[in-house]
Nanobody, 115 residues
Framework: QVQLVESGGGLVQTGGSLRLSCAAS????????MGWYRQAPGKQREMVAR???????IYADSVKGRFTISRDNAKNTVYLQMNSLIPEDTAVYYC?????????WGQGTQVTVSS
């Protein structure tokens, strides 16, 4: 079983930056695809960015050019660098791990962007 713990959320003004971190347990981290999703109030959870085991990435159109996902396999950690934040980015951000044994989610971290 994989445990995911997110950190780094908070309150920031429009145009500001935040870096989210997700620490994963388990010895298979380097082989797992990892991702960040978000859910705003009254909306469905949506994919923000994903990174494969070889570092291939994919982004939602709404965050391309502003967000960067990366991973440090030595630290079992995936990051989401968020720049040029806008109020529409306000949501609970969840870390996601896809393994050979199943899909796992973190508890989420709140990101609030004030106008």
């Amino acid at each position: 079983q994989v445990q995911l713990v997110e950190s780094g959320g908070g309150l920031v003004q429009t145009g500001g930056s935040l870096r989210l971190s997700c620490a994963a347990s388990g010895s298979t981290f380097s082989r797992n695809a990892m991702g960040w999703y978000r859910q705003a109030p009254g909306k469905q959870r949506e994919m923000v960015a994903r990174i494969g085991s070889v570092g291939d990435t994919i982004y939602a159109d709404s965050v391309k050019g502003r967000f960067t996902i990366s991973r440090d396999n030595a630290k079992n950690t995936v990051y989401l660098q968020m720049n040029s934040l806008i109020p529409e980015d306000t949501a609970v951000y969840y870390c996601n791990s896809v393994t050979g044994f199943g899909t796992y989610w973190g508890q989420g971290t709140q990101v609030t962007v004030s106008s």
